[in-house]
């Protein structure tokens, strides 16, 4: 029998089916097909204005970086194509924010986050921006997705305040998950208010600590003006990516490689133990936008 040979028009229909399918795989790398792409996606975006001289975050600035790096890690034409894609307008959404005094998640971001979710169409009464007393939160309780945001920072028991730490408000007794340098933080990803939620993963990279000596340790000497976002839907991948920023930051402040501690040891294991996402350098796609100065990696 003869082969039925492909037309142009097929070639080009079955080639566009095949970007888009791994277009979506790569924007939802824990979703099925994903396996078909070797590399998880990871934006990194920096504005050398999106801090003025006096420390005041910018909202304009902010609110572009944050509807650039989404638009590109979606691969979609436009910012409220980016949110559409993210959300439905019968969606409950809570924004699951860190309120840590001296370094908390800017607000101007918060309200960044809360304007992509409601351009989608969600409810203003379906979307909540929380931290402690989540599991008291009605929007949480019923929420059908959540969005991670939390500045990165040295941490006293985990070796990093990282995203995968950020859900410990989701159980009544984080103490619980202490013991090891916090080793499985990423066992708070299966809870049922969590498991299979996060449709956007935000880790502030504006101005992070990346030393500290003690429980609750902040010291100014220790922060520096990064003015970046890293923005992905692979938590750990995104951690990752944050954890080498930090020390490589460390290493060029002490002038020696200085390594964290204790070790962050939940975001290699969250890939390598609990199999959440990815951990490994290589098998991630870094994409960096915008300013490039001091970028560290």
Not at 234 to 245: E, K, N, Q, T, Y
Request: glycine residues 8%.
């Amino acid at each position: 029998m003869k082969k039925k040979s492909m037309s142009r028009r097929d070639f080009i229909k079955n080639g566009a089916a095949g970007l888009a399918a791994g277009t979506l795989a790569l924007a939802f790398p824990g979703k099925p097909g994903a396996q078909a792409l070797p590399k998880t996606r990871v934006v990194l975006i920096r504005d050398p204005d999106v801090i003025g001289e006096k420390g005041v975050v910018n909202a304009d600035v902010l609110r572009r970086m944050l509807d650039q790096a989404v638009q590109t890690l979606l691969g979609e034409k436009n910012a409220l194509a980016s949110w559409k894609h993210l959300f439905k307008p019968d969606d409950v959404v809570g924004i699951k924010t860190n309120v840590w005094r001296s370094l908390a998640t800017p607000p101007e971001l918060e309200e960044a986050i809360r304007r992509g979710v409601l351009a989608a169409g969600v409810k203003d009464e379906n979307v909540s921006v929380r931290d402690r007393g989540v599991l008291n939160d009605p929007v949480f309780m019923k929420a059908t997705a959540l969005v991670n945001v939390r500045p990165m920072r040295t941490h006293d028991w985990s070796g990093l305040g990282t995203l995968l730490k950020n859900y410990i408000m989701f159980v009544p007794d984080p103490p619980r998950f202490h013991p090891d340098s916090c080793a499985d933080l990423a066992a708070l990803w299966q809870l049922p208010q969590v498991k299979g939620k996060t449709r956007l993963n935000v880790l502030v990279m504006l101005t992070p600590q990346f030393h500290s000596v003690g429980p609750h340790s902040f010291n100014p000497t220790y922060v520096w003006k990064y003015n970046g976002l890293l923005v992905g839907s692979d938590p750990v991948a995104v951690d990752s990516v944050g954890a080498r920023i930090i020390q490589a930051r460390r290493r060029e402040f002490f002038g020696e490689d200085r390594p964290i501690n204790p070790p962050a040891k939940h975001i290699e294991l969250a890939d390598t133990r609990h199999h959440l996402g990815t951990a490994d350098p290589a098998k991630i796609e870094l994409v960096k936008l915008g300013w490039s100065e001091g970028i560290l990696i």
